[in-house]
T-cell receptor
Framework: EPEVTQTPSHQVTQMGQEVILRCVPISNHLYFYWYRQILGQKVEFLVSFYNNEISEKSEIFDDQFSVERPDGSNFTLKIRSTKLEDSAMYFC???????????FGDGTRLSIL | QQQVKQSPQSLIVQKGGISIINCAYENTAFDYFPWYQQFPGKGPALLIAIRPDVSEKKEGRFTISFNKSAKQFSLHIMDSQPGDSATYFCAASQKNAGYSTLTFGKGTMLLVSP
């Protein structure tokens, strides 16, 4: 079964540094998402992306965050100047058609020191 | 109004028993209600989903019951097994949003004792 793959599985970064989280969505999917999950808390929506532009973003997704689909396969989340509170699991998801299930990757654990 | 409230926070069930997790929502525009299962170190994986035009959906040992008037839905796991021990999230999305952004509940940690 096709999978969403995320790299790296664990990223440790100094506060204030830039970090890029990478995702390869399922190949024929058109909608892409980033979610985050702070340890022990619920999964929270960050941003959705369709047709090479952001379609929706949450209050969490401020100017420090950006997303990009640099080629036909990768989907990236960049945090420009990381803060301690950015420490979380970041999940990428993709879906083929609206109201079909979103498929999640296994996440990147981001630890900010 | 966008919240999905989930209970209980944690649940311990004997092997062979029934696990029941409940969720409630406020936004009447929600029209797709999936349940996700998450094992430690893994991403959420779709378990079962329901739309509001039916009151129940069953897939194997997993059943969703949906009460549209009460704006509640629940997951029942029959004959619970130790391998079902995981965190379960209910979620909701609305078709008119076009892009199916999911709003998650806070999750339920299920432990099935042998």
């Amino acid at each position: 079964e096709p999978e969403v793959t995320q790299t790296p599985s664990h990223q440790v970064t100094q506060m204030g540094q830039e970090v890029i989280l990478r995702c390869v969505p399922i190949s024929n999917h058109l909608y892409f998402y980033w979610y985050r999950q702070i340890l022990g808390q619920k999964v929270e929506f960050l941003v959705s992306f369709y047709n090479n532009e952001i379609s929706e973003k949450s209050e969490i997704f401020d100017d420090q965050f950006s997303v990009e689909r640099p080629d036909g396969s990768n989907f990236t989340l960049k945090i420009r100047s990381t803060k301690l509170e950015d420490s979380a699991m970041y999940f990428c998801a993709s879906l083929g058609q609206p109201n079909q299930p979103q498929h999640f990757g296994d996440g990147t654990r981001l630890s900010i020191l | 109004q966008q919240q999905v409230k989930q209970s209980p926070q944690s649940l311990i069930v004997q092997k062979g028993g029934i696990s029941i997790i409940n969720c409630a929502y406020e936004n009447t525009a929600f029209d797709y209600f999936p349940w996700y299962q998450q094992f430690p170190g893994k991403g959420p994986a779709l378990l079962i989903a329901i739309r509001p035009d039916v009151s129940e959906k069953k897939e194997g040992r997993f059943t969703i019951s949906f009460n549209k008037s009460a704006k509640q839905f629940s997951l029942h796991i029959m004959d619970s097994q130790p391998g079902d021990s995981a965190t379960y999230f209910c979620a909701a999305s609305q078709k008119n949003a076009g892009y199916s952004t999911l709003t998650f509940g806070k999750g339920t940690m299920l432990l099935v004792s042998p």
